[in-house]
């Protein structure tokens, strides 16, 4: 989409335009060919008003003063004609995350665009939104637009879409006529069929719940959703839990919420029963919670420091790695080469690595052997084998599955569902920030679960036992 | 009486420099691109249109010279500028330490060159621009002795540069597009504007302003020009931060620090003051302790464009 | 191979884009010269590379003279630097130390004589911990950006030395301090008979001593580790339990304090300077940004830095003899610190270049492993969790490199693995 919006460049094949093959180098000429995009991150100016947001870029000007009245009378006249509800002196900021998305659809149809592009357009709406958005896509089809719709979503799909063109992995699938076509078999093209990896797991008894949850509430930052809904659960000894979705439910901000990254709206954290809700990240971190963060750049390593300066992040200050403040290298330089050896890190200088010259998989590696060698008691790793190979990857789940087997409990995050079916003891679906579905692996397919995290199925909201 | 309109008038000498080089920062800044130069740059723009005056002096006189001087000193700050320009946006350098150079280099180029060709480090020029009243406009009650009396037409000039600023950035296209580019450059790249040319204008802009400033700053002040301005530019950049960016709140700010450095040199002129016992310094700290204050309770819902500092990269999203 | 290539481009790029900034900035001074009067221009550029060689063993004093409180100001911005902050408030905190020290030698005696310069040197180091803690609780507790904030603290710190001294130590026929007791100035040990001038005192010791101890907290100590995580990454900080409001604040105190030493140091080394009453910043605290920039922020390379700044600028003050004027120098300093604000850039560039041959060679690598699996990569490219959530880090330039460079490397890691 970004190549037919000319953000990016295409190094082969071609577009055409009514028969026409076209050259798009940038959003103008993308413009001129009246193509309009709506982007899933809104690409408006907080503090401007709705008026100027749809303006800019094609404002009509009198000697480079701009001359509003005129801009006005066509935005209400194009909002009217198109049931687009706006406000024209509104700003930005003050604005419904809703009425943002209309303002951006209005940028489009200013610039008398015929092909709009609508770019995972439901994932920031509420319920009641995506129902307006639904109304209004029909419309603009009915005034002979043409609307290419990038969704996951099988019942917006099944809803809006006259056509559906399945893509994987960057390649073609096939198109299906939307309304002869069931969702299963959507959803089967999209998922595909699998080899699935042997994991040698062992049933075993699970204990009492390390990691409860209750009710927790986070808000959005930019909007008045709540981005985590009232979410209770409870994760057990010897047990793996996956929070399975697709990514932007709120799983991640669960996730920062309960590590104490972000600040929680409602709710409470409590492992072995003890209420670490309010306690410093720290702080949490001595009671038996490890995190195996999303984001390893961000969150999980200082990248100007060596391998073993970030094998101590967590455990820097504790007395085996320093004495009245100097840090004792012997100790870590020690440490770090146990890790090393152990969990098969490889780097260029070992233990004096920079991580920033250390490849994805090794640094988080290095990652998950120093939050593993905390002898935690809750495991929580967020999507720990992303960017991996087979072989880190396989790794890893033996990693998370021996943990269980001692007795720790996982709250494992992912958006993989082959390791969501088999490294998993018990799914939880999370969808729009609540959790939709709470599954057992051995019994569900595949396809179904795909509808799970797709919001086209639900189950009782109350945790099964 | 007289005591308010001397006070009203000495706070035009410090107030209009600091208006118009903090609006030049409001430029640069709504761009998207910090500009701790301003100090530099004024002392630029002061060099060069002093220097003009100095050297035509004996054959111009009075407020053509001075205009002149005022076009002079616009193009040296606008060139000046260039420099911080290229390397903020082409080279993404660390906008800071840019700024920091140019603040180094230009006090020592102007003492530098001064010293090389005539031997000393000051400036002297005369001062024949001086207003005693404006025809008409100075006999209004009231409001005559404060504007239109003991002025410059440096001051005019000011209030016209604030206009204009207000309505540039306000009412125009190229306003709403800078405004965009300060506050989500990838927002205007994708309708289509060129982010790169917008924060040059804007820089440049900023340096026309600051160098302007710097020759305001010294000609009522002073009879010669010593190869500084006392940290104008950086509290410039106060009154810019003060007045969140905004032009009308930047006025204000500019008179307030205006009014604070009238009291802290020209108190003598004040009978009430003079005859409290506070010395003269604690007067000269008054401005900047104000600032400080002013400084720790906006910054908390700062307005600071929400690009600023940050290079715009064309290739990540 | 790769080992060797690594270990040199690291430090050594960060060492050449320095040189190269320096070379520019003295080209840039001779092509002055050479514009101001072509005929004495290379006897003085001459003049001005040889710095304090120029007198023996007495140029060499004069060099360290001039290095000292400049090595301390640029340890002082470093150390800033290290966890983030741009310490341009070293002006103010120099001159409260200088002042502090100078009322401390002469208000002072009833301090035993043998340690009255250490005391007043200690009491140096307090006004300017002080005076930097001002803006590092305003950063902190209030989100006051730390530039503006030491410069307003550079002209009150300013003012108020000045006040002070009219009321204290006046010394109003010459408009300047009074000088200090003979107790207060430091020691000479020795020094000056090795260099053959009375312009030297311990205060080099002492300064190397402070290079030791800040290299010791910055490599050794658990709070050094601190603070290099908050600067270079505050999220994984905070994900690491470190409490950065605290990090922040004990920095700029350590930074002021050093600052105020090496103002302290200056005017207790009996060379007969004083605090003169003016209305201007002390430039010790502006050359200690340009030292700062040109040593890495590594206490080290600020030594050097300091020594080399101090050795241009002896051989400014001797080009008066051709009747140049000194603040060539100062053009020069300012345009080698231009040049390092896009040393970084030219670091990245090298950098890139380097990395290419590995590139390519994943990119051969990638066809055949990936048929043999197929596993699950359905779902769209994460998009940002928070609006305006950048994955970049540092400079703001180096992800996007990384990131590419992170997927080729596991590609390379299957080729080994395989």
Same mark, same amino acid.
């Given at each position: 989409?970004?190549?037919?919006?000319?953000?990016?460049?295409?190094?082969?094949?071609?577009?055409?335009?009514?028969?026409?093959?076209?050259?798009?180098?940038? &959003?103008?000429?993308?413009?001129?060919?009246?193509?309009?995009?709506?982007?899933?991150?809104?690409?408006?100016?907080?503090?401007?008003?709705?008026?100027?947001?749809? +303006?800019?870029?094609?404002?009509?000007?009198?000697?480079?003063?701009?001359?509003?009245?005129?801009?006005?009378?066509?935005?209400?006249?194009?909002?009217?004609?198109?049931?687009?509800? +706006?406000? &024209?002196?509104?700003?930005?900021?003050?604005?419904?995350?809703?009425?943002?998305?209309?303002?951006?659809?209005?940028?489009?149809?200013?610039?008398?665009?015929?092909?709009?592009?609508?770019?995972?357009?439901?994932?920031?709406?509420?319920?009641?939104?995506?129902?307006?958005?639904?109304?209004?896509?029909?419309?603009?089809?009915?005034?002979?637009?043409?609307?290419?719709?990038?969704?996951?979503?099988?019942?917006? +799909?099944?809803?809006?879409?006259?056509?559906?063109?399945?893509?994987?992995?960057?390649?073609?699938?096939?198109?299906?006529?939307?309304?002869?076509?069931?969702?299963?078999?959507?959803?089967?093209?999209?998922?595909?069929?699998?080899?699935?990896?042997?994991?040698?797991?062992?049933?075993?008894?699970?204990?009492?719940?390390?990691?409860?949850?209750?009710?927790?509430?986070?808000?959005?930052?930019?909007?008045?959703?709540?981005?985590?809904?009232?979410?209770?659960?409870?994760?057990?000894?010897?047990?793996?839990?996956?929070?399975?979705?697709?990514?932007?439910?709120?799983?991640?901000?669960?996730?920062?919420?309960?590590?104490?990254?972000?600040?929680?709206?409602?709710?409470?954290?409590? +492992?072995?029963?003890?209420?670490?809700?309010?306690? &410093?990240?720290?702080?949490?971190?001595?009671?038996?919670?490890?995190?195996?963060?999303?984001?390893?750049?961000?969150?999980?390593?200082?990248?100007?420091?060596?391998?073993?300066?970030?094998?101590?992040?967590?455990?820097?200050?504790? &007395?085996?790695?320093?004495?009245?403040?100097?840090?004792?290298?012997?100790?870590?330089?020690?440490?770090?080469?146990?890790?090393?050896?152990?969990?098969?890190?490889?780097?260029?200088?070992?233990?004096?690595?920079?991580?920033?010259?250390?490849?994805?998989?090794?640094?988080?590696?290095?990652?998950?052997?120093?939050?593993?060698?905390?002898?935690?008691?809750?495991?929580?790793?967020?999507?720990?084998?992303?960017?991996?190979?087979?072989?880190?990857?396989?790794?890893?789940?033996?990693?998370?599955?021996?943990?269980?087997?001692?007795?720790?409990?996982?709250?494992?995050?992912?958006?993989?569902?082959?390791?969501?079916?088999?490294?998993?003891?018990?799914?939880?679906?999370?969808?729009?920030?609540?959790?939709?579905?709470?599954?057992?692996?051995?019994?569900?397919?595949?396809?179904?679960?795909?509808?799970?995290?797709?919001?086209?199925?639900?189950?009782?909201?109350?945790?099964?036992? | 009486?007289?005591?308010?309109?001397?006070?009203?008038?000495?706070?035009?000498?410090?107030?209009?420099?600091?208006?118009?080089?903090?609006?030049?920062?409001?430029?640069?800044?709504?761009?998207?691109?910090?500009?701790?130069?301003?100090?530099?740059?004024?002392?630029?723009?002061?060099?060069?249109?002093?220097?003009?005056?100095?050297?035509?002096?004996?054959?111009?006189?009075?407020?053509?010279?001075?205009?002149?001087?005022?076009?002079?000193?616009?193009?040296?700050?606008?060139?000046?500028?260039?420099?911080?320009?290229?390397?903020?946006?082409?080279?993404?350098?660390?906008?800071?330490?840019?700024?920091?150079?140019?603040?180094?280099?230009?006090?020592?180029?102007?003492?530098?060159?001064?010293?090389?060709?005539?031997?000393?480090?000051?400036?002297?020029?005369?001062?024949?621009?001086?207003?005693?009243?404006?025809?008409?406009?100075?006999?209004?009650?009231?409001?005559?002795?404060?504007?239109?009396?003991?002025?410059?037409?440096?001051?005019?000039?000011?209030?016209?540069?604030?206009?204009?600023?207000?309505?540039?950035?306000?009412?125009?296209?190229?306003?709403?597009?800078?405004?965009?580019?300060?506050?989500?450059?990838?927002?205007?790249?994708?309708?289509?504007?060129?982010?790169?040319?917008?924060?040059?204008?804007?820089?440049?802009?900023?340096?026309?302003?600051?160098?302007?400033?710097?020759?305001?700053?010294?000609?009522?002040?002073?009879?010669?020009?010593?190869?500084?301005?006392?940290?104008?530019?950086?509290?410039?950049?106060?009154?810019?931060?003060?007045?969140?960016?905004?032009?009308?709140?930047?006025?204000?700010?500019?008179?307030?620090?205006?009014?604070?450095?009238?009291?802290?040199?020209?108190?003598?002129?004040?009978?009430?003051?003079?005859?409290?016992?506070?010395?003269?310094?604690?007067?000269?700290?008054?401005?900047?302790?104000?600032?400080?204050?002013?400084?720790?309770?906006?910054?908390?819902?700062?307005?600071?464009?929400?690009?600023?500092?940050?290079?715009?990269?064309?290739?990540?999203? | 191979?790769?080992?060797?290539?690594?270990?040199? !481009?690291?430090?050594?790029?960060?060492?050449?884009?320095?040189?190269?900034?320096?070379?520019?900035?003295?080209?840039?001074?001779?092509? %002055?010269?050479?514009?101001?009067?072509?005929?004495?221009?290379?006897?003085?550029?001459?003049?001005?590379?040889?710095?304090?060689?120029? *007198?023996?063993?007495?140029?060499?004093?004069?060099?360290? !003279?001039?290095?000292?409180?400049?090595?301390?100001?640029?340890?002082?911005?470093?150390?800033?630097?290290?966890?983030?902050?741009?310490?341009?408030?070293?002006?103010?905190?120099?001159?409260?130390?200088?002042?502090?020290?100078?009322?401390?030698? %002469?208000?002072?005696?009833?301090?035993?004589?043998?340690?009255?310069?250490?005391?007043?040197?200690?009491?140096?180091?307090?006004?300017?911990?002080?005076?930097?803690?001002?803006?590092?609780?305003?950063?902190?507790?209030?989100?006051?950006?730390?530039?503006?904030?030491?410069?307003?603290?550079? !002209?009150?710190?300013?003012?108020?030395?000045?006040?002070?001294?009219?009321?204290?130590? !006046? *010394?109003?026929?010459?408009?300047?301090?009074?000088?200090? =007791?003979?107790?207060?100035?430091?020691?000479?040990?020795?020094?000056?008979?090795?260099?053959?001038?009375?312009?030297?005192?311990?205060?080099?010791?002492?300064?190397?001593?402070?290079?030791?101890?800040?290299?010791?907290?910055?490599?050794?100590?658990?709070?050094?580790?601190? =603070?290099?995580?908050?600067?270079?990454?505050?999220?994984?900080?905070?994900?690491?339990?470190?409490?950065?409001?605290?990090?922040?604040?004990?920095?700029?105190?350590?930074?002021?304090? =050093?600052?105020? =030493?090496?103002?302290?140091?200056?005017?207790?080394?009996?060379?007969?300077?004083?605090?003169?009453?003016?209305?201007?910043?002390?430039?010790?605290?502006?050359?200690?940004?340009?030292?700062?920039?040109?040593?890495?922020?590594?206490?080290?390379?600020?030594?050097?830095?300091?020594?080399?700044?101090?050795?241009?600028?002896?051989?400014?003050?001797? %080009?008066?003899?051709?009747?140049?004027?000194?603040?060539?120098?100062?053009?020069?300093?300012?345009?080698?610190?231009?040049?390092?604000?896009?040393?970084?850039?030219?670091?990245?560039?090298?950098?890139?270049?380097?990395?290419?041959?590995?590139?390519?060679?994943?990119?051969?690598?990638?066809?055949?492993?990936?048929?043999?699996?197929?596993?699950?990569?359905?779902?769209?490219?994460?998009? *940002?969790?928070?609006?305006?959530?950048?994955?970049?880090?540092?400079?703001?330039?180096?992800?996007?490199?990384?990131?590419?460079?992170?997927?080729?490397?596991?590609?390379?890691?299957?080729?080994? *693995?395989?």
């Amino acid at each position: 989409m970004s190549v037919l919006f000319g953000l990016y460049q295409a190094e082969k094949g071609s577009i055409k335009i009514n028969g026409n093959p076209v050259k798009i180098n940038n &959003p103008n000429d993308a413009s001129t060919l009246k193509i309009g995009m709506v982007h899933q991150h809104f690409k408006l100016v907080h503090n401007f008003t709705v008026l100027e947001s749809i +303006i800019l870029g094609r404002e009509t000007v009198n000697m480079g003063i701009l001359k509003k009245d005129d801009a006005r009378k066509k935005v209400i006249a194009l909002s009217e004609r198109y049931k687009l509800k +706006i406000d &024209p002196d509104a700003y930005i900021s003050d604005i419904t995350v809703g009425m943002q998305q209309r303002v951006e659809i209005l940028k489009m149809l200013y610039s008398d665009s015929e092909i709009l592009i609508f770019d995972e357009p439901t994932a920031v709406l509420t319920p009641q939104e995506i129902e307006e958005l639904m109304k209004i896509m029909k419309e603009l089809v009915s005034e002979g637009k043409s609307i290419v719709f990038i969704s996951h979503k099988l019942n917006e +799909i099944k809803e809006a879409a006259d056509r559906c063109t399945v893509l994987r992995k960057g390649k073609y699938i096939g198109t299906v006529d939307v309304e002869t076509t069931t969702k299963e078999q959507m959803s089967e093209m999209m998922v595909g069929r699998k080899i699935n990896f042997n994991i040698e797991k062992e049933d075993i008894e699970t204990g009492n719940a390390i990691l409860e949850v209750k009710n927790l509430t986070v808000k959005a930052k930019n909007s008045k959703k709540n981005i985590v809904n009232d979410v209770s659960f409870s994760a057990k000894a010897g047990e793996i839990l996956c929070i399975a979705g697709i990514d932007g439910n709120g799983q991640s901000e669960l996730v920062y919420g309960i590590t104490g990254l972000i600040p929680i709206k409602e709710g409470q954290v409590l +492992i072995k029963g003890k209420d670490i809700t309010k306690e &410093p990240v720290r702080k949490k971190s001595l009671d038996g919670m490890s995190h195996i963060p999303e984001d390893r750049h961000r969150h999980g390593l200082v990248l100007d420091f060596d391998l073993k300066q970030n094998s101590v992040l967590q455990t820097y200050f504790q &007395p085996r790695f320093q004495k009245n403040g100097f840090i004792k290298f012997n100790a870590v330089k020690e440490y770090a080469k146990k890790l090393i050896k152990q969990y098969d890190i490889r780097s260029p200088r070992d233990e004096d690595s920079i991580v920033r010259n250390m490849s994805g998989g090794n640094q988080q590696k290095l990652i998950i052997a120093r939050e593993l060698d905390k002898d935690p008691d809750i495991v929580i790793a967020v999507q720990p084998t992303r960017g991996l190979d087979i072989g880190a990857t396989e790794y890893i789940h033996k990693q998370l599955i021996a943990q269980r087997d001692q007795g720790k409990a996982v709250l494992l995050v992912s958006l993989e569902l082959d390791e969501v079916m088999d490294v998993s003891d018990r799914i939880l679906v999370i969808y729009e920030g609540e959790i939709v579905g709470d599954l057992d692996p051995k019994e569900i397919t595949v396809e179904e679960l795909g509808l799970y995290m797709a919001g086209s199925k639900r189950s009782d909201k109350n945790e099964k036992n | 009486m007289s005591t308010v309109y001397f006070i009203a008038q000495q706070t035009m000498y410090f107030a209009i420099p600091l208006l118009i080089v903090a609006l030049g920062g409001m430029f640069s800044e709504r761009s998207g691109i910090v500009n701790i130069a301003l100090e530099g740059i004024m002392v630029i723009g002061a060099f060069f249109g002093i220097g003009f005056i100095h050297i035509f002096q004996n054959s111009m006189s009075g407020q053509s010279l001075l205009l002149l001087a005022v076009l002079v000193s616009a193009l040296a700050g606008a060139i000046f500028s260039l420099f911080h320009a290229f390397a903020a946006i082409n080279l993404r350098a660390d906008q800071t330490i840019s700024g920091t150079a140019l603040n180094m280099l230009a006090p020592a180029f102007a003492v530098y060159t001064a010293r090389m060709i005539q031997g000393v480090q000051q400036i002297q020029f005369m001062d024949t621009f001086y207003i005693r009243s404006v025809p008409i406009l100075g006999d209004i009650p009231i409001l005559g002795p404060i504007l239109f009396k003991n002025a410059y037409i440096t001051t005019y000039i000011g209030l016209l540069i604030a206009i204009a600023s207000w309505f540039v950035i306000n009412h125009t296209r190229f306003g709403l597009r800078l405004r965009a580019c300060g506050e989500h450059p990838q927002a205007a790249d994708s309708v289509g504007i060129n982010v790169y040319r917008i924060r040059y204008a804007g820089v440049i802009i900023s340096g026309i302003l600051a160098g302007i400033g710097g020759l305001t700053f010294v000609v009522p002040t002073s009879t010669n020009f010593n190869a500084t301005v006392a940290g104008y530019g950086f509290l410039a950049i106060a009154v810019l931060i003060f007045g969140q960016w905004r032009t009308k709140k930047v006025f204000v700010a500019a008179f307030f620090f205006g009014i604070m450095k009238t009291f802290a040199s020209a108190y003598s002129g004040i009978p009430f003051l003079k005859g409290l016992p506070i010395s003269n310094e604690v007067y000269k700290m008054i401005p900047y302790i104000a600032t400080l204050i002013v400084l720790t309770f906006s910054s908390k819902n700062s307005q600071a464009p929400r690009a600023e500092g940050i290079p715009y990269d064309k290739g990540s999203r | 191979m790769r080992r060797t290539r690594l270990l040199q !481009y690291e430090e050594f790029t960060s060492f050449l884009s320095s040189l190269m900034a320096i070379l520019a900035g003295l080209l840039v001074g001779l092509v %002055i010269l050479l514009i101001s009067n072509a005929e004495d221009a290379f006897p003085a550029f001459l003049t001005i590379l040889k710095g304090g060689f120029t *007198d023996g063993t007495k140029g060499l004093a004069q060099v360290i !003279y001039f290095a000292i409180p400049i090595i301390m100001t640029g340890l002082s911005v470093g150390f800033a630097f290290k966890t983030g902050l741009f310490n341009i408030g070293a002006s103010g905190q120099f001159t409260m130390g200088a002042f502090v020290a100078i009322y401390i030698g %002469i208000k002072w005696t009833f301090v035993p004589e043998g340690i009255h310069w250490l005391v007043a040197l200690l009491g140096a180091m307090a006004a300017g911990a002080v005076w930097g803690s001002g803006p590092g609780i305003l950063k902190a507790f209030f989100n006051v950006n730390e530039v503006i904030t030491s410069i307003m603290m550079n !002209y009150i710190g300013m003012y108020l030395v000045n006040m002070s001294i009219v009321k204290t130590v !006046y *010394d109003s026929l010459k408009n300047q301090t009074k000088p200090v =007791l003979k107790s207060a100035v430091l020691p000479k040990a020795g020094m000056d008979k090795l260099f053959n001038t009375s312009n030297v005192s311990i205060g080099i010791f002492i300064v190397i001593l402070a290079v030791i101890v800040i290299y010791i907290i910055l490599q050794k100590t658990t709070f050094g580790y601190e =603070l290099k995580a908050c600067g270079s990454n505050k999220e994984a900080s905070r994900y690491a339990g470190i409490n950065e409001k605290k990090s922040l604040i004990l920095s700029m105190v350590i930074a002021g304090a =050093l600052s105020g =030493l090496g103002g302290g140091l200056l005017y207790l080394s009996g060379s007969g300077k004083y605090i003169h009453v003016l209305d201007v910043l002390a430039p010790e605290g502006f050359s200690g940004i340009s030292v700062a920039l040109l040593g890495m922020s590594h206490p080290i390379g600020v030594f050097l830095a300091g020594l080399f700044i101090a050795h241009l600028e002896v051989g400014g003050f001797n %080009i008066q003899l051709y009747n140049f004027v000194p603040e060539i120098i100062d053009m020069i300093i300012a345009v080698i610190i231009y040049c390092g604000a896009f040393a970084l850039l030219f670091k990245q560039i090298i950098k890139r270049l380097l990395f290419k041959p590995v590139e390519e060679k994943a990119q051969d690598v990638k066809e055949p492993v990936k048929s043999s699996v197929i596993s699950d990569d359905d779902y769209p490219v994460k998009p *940002d969790v928070e609006e305006g959530i950048q994955t970049e880090m540092g400079a703001g330039n180096e992800s996007p490199v990384v990131d590419t460079k992170t997927e080729e490397n596991d590609t390379v890691q299957r080729e080994e *693995d395989i």
